[in-house]
T-cell receptor, first 112, second 110 residues
Framework: EAGVVQSPRYKIIEKKQPVAFWCNPI?????LYWYLQNLGQGPELLIR????????DSQLPKDRFSAERLKGVDSTLKIQPAELGDSAVYLC??????????FGEGSRLTVL | GENVEQHPSTLSVQEGDSAVIKCTYS??????FPWYKQELGKRPQLIID?????GEKKDQRIAVTLNKTAKHFSLHITETQPEDSAVYFC?????????FGTGTSLTVIP
């Protein structure tokens, strides 16, 4: 069974440019998460989806960040415009009905 | 909301010794407690978990204990090996919400 798939793995952009990350969760997992992870720190939730509904986006900086999960499967996280402080790893995760959480490999963003 | 504290932030042990990482949580609604291992540049990987109806769980050299009354849980690694070197994160969860600790960087010295 394939795990959580993310792309791209690495992205380097200049500040003020847009960037988008894509995530395909484990098949059958209804709950999808986007986390931000800074170096040496734990994952911090940006947004959580139950199927196609965003049920927790309180930590998402909505002035520049947006996310969508059309059809309740794949998800896209967008940043526009990117700032220097957005440099981090963006982790996608999905959870099963038993509550176990599985992470993708992450998308490492560098903003110059 | 839930608050998870994790200690120590760094831990060095000699190969073959045991390592213990401790976490506390604040919300009694939390009922699922997973532990993740993250190697440099890799994804966090689930290594063991425990649910609130169990006090202890063991998987080979790894064990987790849970004290619901005190709201703390611990990861125990016995007979440590160099490949155990990584960052370990605890988490507390309820209703598909996960709250992570700040991580423990474990170094196993050969």
């Amino acid at each position: 069974e394939a795990g959580v798939v993310q792309s791209p793995r690495y992205k380097i952009i200049e500040k003020k440019q847009p960037v988008a990350f894509w995530c395909n969760p484990i098949s059958g997992h209804n709950t999808l998460y986007w986390y931000l992870q800074n170096l040496g720190q734990g994952p911090e939730l940006l947004i959580r989806y139950e199927n196609e509904e965003a049920v927790d986006d309180s930590q998402l900086p909505k002035d520049r960040f947006s996310a969508e999960r059309l059809k309740g499967v794949d998800s896209t996280l967008k940043i526009q415009p990117a700032e220097l402080g957005d440099s981090a790893v963006y982790l996608c995760a999905s959870s099963s009905n038993t509550g176990e959480l599985f992470f993708g490999e992450g998308s490492r963003l560098t903003v110059l | 909301g839930e608050n998870v504290e994790q200690h120590p932030s760094t831990l060095s042990v000699q190969e073959g010794d045991s390592a213990v990482i401790k976490c506390t949580y604040s919300d009694s609604a939390s009922n699922y407690f997973p532990w993740y291992k993250q190697e440099l540049g890799k994804r966090p990987q689930l290594i063991i978990d425990i649910r609130s109806n169990v006090g202890e769980k063991k998987d080979q050299r790894i064990a987790v204990t849970l004290n619901k009354t005190a709201k703390h849980f611990s990861l125990h690694i016995t007979e440590t090996q160099p490949e155990d070197s990584a960052v370990y994160f605890c988490a507390a969860s309820y209703s598909n919400q996960f709250y992570f600790g700040t991580g423990t960087s474990l170094t196993v010295i050969p």
